[in-house]
Each structure stands twice: as C-alpha cells, then as structure tokens.
C-alpha cells in the first residue's frame, strides 16, 4: 500500500508542502530557465478550448502531428468534455467512432469494443492503468486519445481492437482557480475545485491540485454512487534542458447494490408480449456494495542531451484495493425466477512500472529520422479472496427483498505476480518530402507465477515472450491531407487458471493483425478527419475443446472489417461540429463452441454521433451557447452465440451555457426525448438499460 485509504493528508502535504519546497529552494531566485521543447506535441490552440485538436501524442511517442501517424487517431478535445459536461467515459467515447460500450454508464467496469474487438487497455498519460475504476474522474483529464486497432509495436500486450490513453490536465505558470458545482435529477451533486499556478517568483515550479466530489442516486432503484478524488501534480524545470514531474492521486468510488447485475432479456428486448420490466428494477439487496480504493505516485524527468537526442522517463507505483458482494443472475425456464448466486470478493493489487525512451532526430545521407528507442518494466502483484454463498430466488415481476446469503463456501485465495520486460525501437523516415515510412518491432517478454491456497495443484509459474512489429507509410500530396496504410500486430497475455493447473503452462497469448488504409485532412483552424478502411484478425482466440467441455484450448479465431469516418469542423467563429459514423462487421470465422458466422456481442453494425454547439459572437446575448446531437447505435447481439438481439436507438443531447463576469452557467440534457434504450449486455442474464432523460445544472467560476 503506498499511502493507503488513510492518506489523504499525506498526499495534501506533500503536494503543498515539503516536496514544493523543497525544489523550490532549489531553484527560487535564478533566472527563469528557456522553456525546454516539448517531445510530446500537443495542439496550439488546446489551451484555448477549442473543440478543434490536431496535435497527437499516442500514435507515434515521438514530434509529430496526427497526419504524421500510419493508423487512425481520434482525439476528444476538453472542448467537447465541457460542453457536454461528460461525468462517465461511455458519454465521451461516443464521440469516436466505432467505439461501442460493453458496460453501462454507471458501472465501475466500464470496457469497450473498437473496431468489433476488446479495447480494455486503459492509459493515464502513456503508462497502463491497472486500477479497476474505469471511471477516470474527467474533471481531472484534458482529452482523451485513442488509437485504433493493434498497438503492441509501442504499448506492449493489448487487445486488437486499440488502446484509450486519458491525458491529465498539466500545472500552468499562471494563476488560476476554477470551481465548479452540479445538481442533476436523481439527486446528483458534484463539487469540483481546480486550481494551478507558479510556486517561486521565476515560474519554473508550478503547480495543480484538483479536488472532486461525487454523490447521487440512480434511476435504478436503492442504488446509490458517490466518489472522493483528491490530485495533486508539480513540474519544474530545474535548467534549460532538464524537466521533472510529480504526480499523486487517490480516488475512492462506493456503489452502494450497485447496478452491474442489469436486467434479464427476457422482458426487456424480448418476451415484451408477456411481460414488460421496468428499468429501474434492481434485483440486489443492500449487502450487495463495492468499494475501489486506489492511490499511486509518479514521476517524470526529461532531459535533452543535444539537438539530437532527448532522454524521457516515467516511474509509477500505483496500489488498488475493492471489494465487494456481487450477485450473478440467471432466469430460469419459467422466464419469472431469477436465480441469485453471490460471490465476496477482496481484492489488494500493487503495481510497478517504468517506461524508459530515447528520442532522437537527426539526418543521415539526406535522409530526416526520427528515431524511438524504449524499454518498458512493470511487475504487478494480487492477493485475491473468492467467496460464494447462496441466496435465495426472487421473482422479476413481483420482487419481494430482503434475503440474506447462506452457506458461504471459499472458493479461491491467490496470490498472482505478472512481470514484464519490453524493448522497443521505432523510426520514421523522411524519404521525400511528402513520403514517411514508419517501421517499428518491439520484444515483450513475461513471466506468471500463481499460486493458489484452496484449489490443490495451483502453484505454477510459465513464461512468454512475443515479437510485435509494426509499419506503414504517410503520403502527403499537400501539406494538409495525406493517404496512409499500415500493418499492425497485438498480442494478449492469456492469464488463465485452469490451464496452469491442467497443463503447467499459459495458453499462448491471443495475437491480431491489421491491415489499414485512409485519408486524413488537417486545414488548419478549420476542418481535421479521418476515412479508414480496415480489416482485423484474431487468432488463438481461447475457444472449447471438443475432446472435454471442460477445457479450453487457443485455436479459435475471429475477423472485423469496416470503415470509419471522424469530422470536427469549425465552420465560423463559434460555431463547432463533430459528425462520426462507424460500420463494423465483426464475426467469428473459427471456432468450437460458437457457431462460424456469429456476430460480436454488443457490437452495432451501423453507430454514428452528430454534435453542434454555438456561441453568439457579438451583441447583448454575447457568450450565449447552445447546443445539440444526435447519438445512433444500431442493432446488436447481446451475447456470442447471438440468442437475443438488442434493438437499435436514438439519443438526443442539448445544452444551453452562458458567461457572466466571472461565471458561467449551464444546463445540460442527456436523452432528451426520454428514450428507453439498452447501452450493453454481459449475457442473456444481464442486460443494462440506458438512462432516461436527465438533466444537470452547472455553475462555474473561474479566478
């Protein structure tokens, strides 16, 4: 544990004492060193708030625009998070086309597909987040940036379908604080407090601390959600070619019957003749809560050794805790009784990891390089307890509570370590002036070890190790379009169980490749999009052996293709669009148990989202803006072997904001029309209904 649920005094300390103090004794007084070129490029006009971002930092970790990378990028700009004031990521990723939830809103396991495959690598500024709080605290984020298909040439073991990188907001040299407060229905209430600035008199400390507290009920009956996130970040730059960080965080989330056992199909997409569940049905009782407890460190520095190479590290020590009573349900043949089992769980996770690169630009014979040299380590470890008991049926159309569970039996008590070594090099050429050719390969090697305290015969180690290569080649024509393609590979860890204990070793790890194409347009201020075609394999997908049921083995495989299309659009002063339309067609096309042909779960062929804000630019009304879109997901299977199928739907947003002096206040509206959707299913036991109409109030000032 590394400052433990009792640190919250310990981090305000130490982000507004000793350890600003401490650099600022050592640099107060001196001249204010030359700021030191950034490695990552970030858009210029970022800052301003413009929903207009073009400047990428996850697609290639070296100088460069997102015109400069071979695969598709998507970024959602702060500009969007605040005018839609997104409190859940599954609000803002259904800016990015493509991106399909397959938790809802208002669950702590909030996972994705992208492009018709897992996309659950989640990242905070370019290292892997283990925490498993998936909601991210957006007041704390700038943009989110996600790159999509295969990505293992730069961020190591990862599923094919992309990774989500969430970029925090950075200490600025300048004073500033803003508050923010929100009352919605369901009796939602947010209170947010930002504030950043210089430390010493020459400006090379600065400072941020954000503070964010979260408490509401739901439309989903007796289940309640509150959070504490407390942030704090330093940065300092101790000469004119040396960069540190800082940065500590705690965020706690309680879930009080929290709402991840969903509804049954049965009712809700299907059997509507007969009966017809309401959606703020919750079939939990009140021991049925969760608790995540995360706090970590980290640190940075950046050091430009010449005009040609550019050293940056990252070290973060990160410690998780939950532990919570779920139910899993399942109805029985009468389509009445639900079936309730429980499982306690308790779950401590620590993890180590460092990033280490090497950046260099230089020229050979003519030629531009920039060139990528990296070493990534982490070790994670967990002690995990398993409990399941008995509990007793209930009926789904006239519910009657208050069951206790009985006969608790432990089912698993294991410790896991997972170690991992990766070396990686990257270099984009500049072969012409409108020709780059990017290649990259990276070597991921690993080693599990579990051991198990209940289960006889669990107590094994195994080991892998995987290459990962990458290339693609950029063509610029003019300085603001460019036609790109790229072959990408992925490779997923296969952390199972019961394979080490049948077979002594790890399956092999899961592996992707993609083959992409498209065109990009970045005419700067006004227009930046993307048009990908693509298609993705699978293989070694874990599927079931014929010879025992009971077994899996690594030979099934699947395939997605389709094409993409992502707009932001500025076109007038104050007046932003963002347009994105997906058509995916994901599809098993190998494998023992799931029927060749099936379509993935929670996966719409057809997805597209429209939004367009303005603010008036001049006159009395001055500042005045409003806004509208359109979200559309089509119909989808709600679990492989495609029993059931959730129907398509429509969601309309709206706000209305305006600036006063100092403030700023906002009402916005999610599902406006009050539409009765399903975001995502877990299996035909489990199905989540979206939230109706809702709405929050927003006052904010800013010092």
């Not at 993890?351 to 990296?374: C, E, P, V, W």
Request: charged content about 20%.
């Amino acid at each position: 544990m590394l400052l433990g649920r009792n640190g919250w005094l310990a981090i305000s300390v130490m982000v507004g004492g000793g350890l600003m103090n401490a650099v600022q004794a050592a640099t107060d007084g001196a001249d204010a060193p030359a700021a030191l070129s950034e490695v990552t490029i970030t858009s210029a006009r970022e800052g301003q708030h413009d929903a207009y971002v073009s400047g990428d930092s996850v697609g290639l970790r070296v100088p460069g625009s997102i015109l400069d990378v071979p695969q598709s990028v998507e970024v959602v700009s702060q500009k969007i998070l605040d005018e839609q004031r997104v409190v859940y990521p599954n609000v803002a990723l259904r800016n990015v086309s493509g991106v399909s939830a397959t938790q809802p809103s208002y669950s702590p396991f909030q996972s994705y597909t992208m492009r018709g495959f897992n996309a659950n690598n989640f990242y905070t500024d370019g290292l892997l987040d283990i925490g498993l709080d998936r909601t991210y605290w957006l007041g704390n984020i700038e943009r989110i940036e996600v790159l999509k298909g295969p990505a293992s040439v730069l961020y190591g073991g990862g599923n094919a379908g992309g990774i989500i990188d969430y970029v925090t907001k950075k200490p600025q040299d300048v004073q500033q604080l803003h508050a923010l407060a929100s009352l919605g229905n369901y009796d939602y209430k947010q209170l947010l407090v930002d504030t950043t600035g210089p430390v010493n008199a020459s400006r090379s400390v600065t400072y941020r601390v954000i503070a964010d507290l979260q408490d509401g009920a739901s439309f989903i009956d007796s289940f309640k959600n509150r959070g504490h996130f407390l942030s704090g970040a330093m940065h300092a730059v101790l000469t004119p070619d040396t960069q540190l960080d800082f940065r500590a965080q705690l965020r706690q989330r309680i879930q009080n019957q929290f709402g991840r056992v969903g509804l049954p199909a049965y009712g809700t997409v299907i059997g509507l003749n007969d009966v017809r569940l309401p959606i703020s049905r919750n079939f939990n009782e009140p021991f049925a809560s969760r608790t995540n407890f995360e706090d970590f460190l980290e640190a940075g520095v950046t050091h430009r050794v010449n005009d040609v190479w550019t050293l940056k590290s990252q070290f973060r020590a990160t410690y998780f805790y939950y532990s919570q009573g779920r139910i899993s349900p399942k109805l029985l043949a009468d389509n009445r009784t639900l079936q309730r089992d429980v499982f306690f769980i308790d779950a401590h996770e620590q993890d180590y990891r460092m990033n280490s690169m090497a950046i260099g630009q230089f020229d050979t014979l003519g030629i531009k390089h920039r060139a990528l040299l990296g070493v990534e380590l982490s070790r994670h470890h967990i002690a995990y307890d398993d409990t399941t008991a008995d509990l007793a049926s209930i009926n789904i159309v006239n519910p009657v509570h208050g069951a206790s569970p009985t006969n608790y039996q432990l089912r698993n008590r294991q410790l896991s370590d997972y170690d991992t070594v990766g070396v990686y090099a990257q270099d984009v050429v500049t072969l012409l002036p409108q020709l780059d050719v990017v290649a990259g390969m990276r070597y991921d090697y690993s080693a599990r070890g579990v051991l198990d305290r209940v289960m006889a015969g669990v107590d094994q180690s195994a080991y892998n190790g995987r290459v990962s290569p990458r290339a693609g080649v950029v063509y610029r024509p003019v300085t603001w379009a460019a036609w790109y393609a790229n072959y990408s590979t992925s490779f997923v860890p296969v952390n199972d169980v019961t394979s080490l204990r049948t077979e002594g070793v790890l399956f092999a790890p899961e592996r992707g490749q993609q083959y992409e194409t498209g065109v990009k347009f970045d005419v700067a201020p006004h227009v930046m999009s993307t048009l990908a075609i693509y298609q993705i394999k699978r293989k070694d997908v874990l599927t079931t052996n014929p010879v025992d049921p009971t077994e899996e083995i690594a030979v099934g495989e699947q395939r997605s293709r389709g094409v993409e299309w992502d707009v932001t659009w500025v076109v007038q002063p104050g007046w932003n669009v963002l347009a994105s339309y997906a058509f995916t067609d994901s599809k098993v096309t190998k494998d023992n148990a799931i029927p060749v042909g099936n379509h993935a779960a929670n996966v719409p062929m057809q997805s597209g989202r429209l939004w367009t804000s303005y603010a008036i630019q001049s006159g009395p009304a001055r500042g005045l803006r409003v806004g509208a879109g359109l979200y559309h997901a089509g119909r989808r299977y709600g679990d492989a072997a495609n029993s059931f199928v959730m129907p398509g739907y429509t969601t309309v947003d709206a706000l209305i904001s305006y600036p006063w002096r100092r403030y700023r206040f906002g009402v916005n509206f999610d599902n406006l029309l009050n539409e009765r959707y399903f975001e995502a299913a877990a299996s035909k036991n489990s199905v989540f209904p979206g939230a109706p109409l809702t709405v929050m109030g927003t006052v904010e000032a800013f010092f």
